[in-house]
């Protein structure tokens, strides 16, 4: 049990779905991340929610859309995805955005788009 | 370029040996932690090491941080096959520390 869920753990999806990727935390955490973890290539910074506020955009493609309704959950909204955007996606929460504290991840979910 | 590469990209060694992983970077930081992910899962903290520390220890692991050589080491000690993983560090700038930027990690396989 990591502290941080994400759901669902694998999903399929063609070009043209709408699908959302899911986080909760319950660590009592004020900043939550999305990653993209591709083969062989560094984690890469998506998103950062800063409670609930969005305070980093790393140039994502809008067809990806992150939404922070609380600074417990954290969605990650798909639409129109492309072939390169299979990966997994990983979400994190910390203390706060100040790069001070440990990030404690999910296990992700792993998407394929076909 | 990355600001954190770790180094080897692969390591297989026997149970029982000393694991020794390492990371530069290239401009100032807050600090530096490294991180485990076994296959299919995510990343767990494992150290974070702050830019005025030399050296940190958590049970078997021991971490070395040398800012003048902007590298830092991950030492394993007395290796298991539970330790098999992929190892990131990953470093937090220095005054704008709002984001980790990862490596692309060590491959470690200890087998039994």
């Known amino acids: 049990e990591t502290g941080v869920t994400q759901t669902p753990r694998h999903l399929v999806m063609g070009m043209t779905n709408k699908k959302s990727l899911k986080c909760e935390q319950h660590?009592?955490?004020?900043?939550m991340y999305w990653y993209k973890q591709s083969a062989k290539k560094p984690l890469e910074l998506m998103f950062v929610?800063?409670?609930?506020?969005?305070?980093e955009n790393n140039s994502v493609p809008s067809r990806f859309s992150p939404e922070c309704p609380n600074s417990s959950h954290l969605f990650l909204h798909l639409h129109t995805l492309q072939p390169e955007d299979s990966a997994l996606y990983l979400c994190?929460?910390?203390?706060?955005?100040?790069?001070?504290?440990?990030?404690?991840f999910g296990d992700g979910t792993r998407l394929s788009i076909l | 370029s990355q600001q954190g590469e770790e180094d080897p990209q692969a390591l297989s060694i026997q149970e029982g040996e000393n694991a020794t992983m390492n990371c530069s970077y290239k401009?100032?930081?807050?600090?530096l932690q490294w991180y485990r992910q076994n296959s299919g899962r995510g990343l767990v903290h494992l150290i974070l090491?702050?830019?005025?520390?030399r050296e940190k220890h958590s049970g078997r692991l021991r971490v070395t941080l040398d800012t003048s050589k902007k590298s830092s080491s991950l030492l394993i000690t007395a290796s298991r096959a539970a330790d098999t993983a992929s190892y990131f560090c990953?470093?937090?700038?220095?005054?704008?520390?709002?984001?980790?930027?990862f490596g692309s990690g060590t491959q470690l396989t200890v087998l039994p």
């Open positions: 401009t100032s930081i807050n600090n």
């Open positions: 090491i702050r830019s005025n520390e």
């Open positions: 929610y800063s409670l609930e506020e969005r305070v």
């Open positions: 990953a470093t937090a700038l220095s005054g704008s520390a709002r984001q980790l930027t």
């Open positions: 660590l009592g955490h004020n900043a």
């Open positions: 994190a929460s910390s203390l706060d955005v100040q790069g001070t504290q440990p990030q404690h």
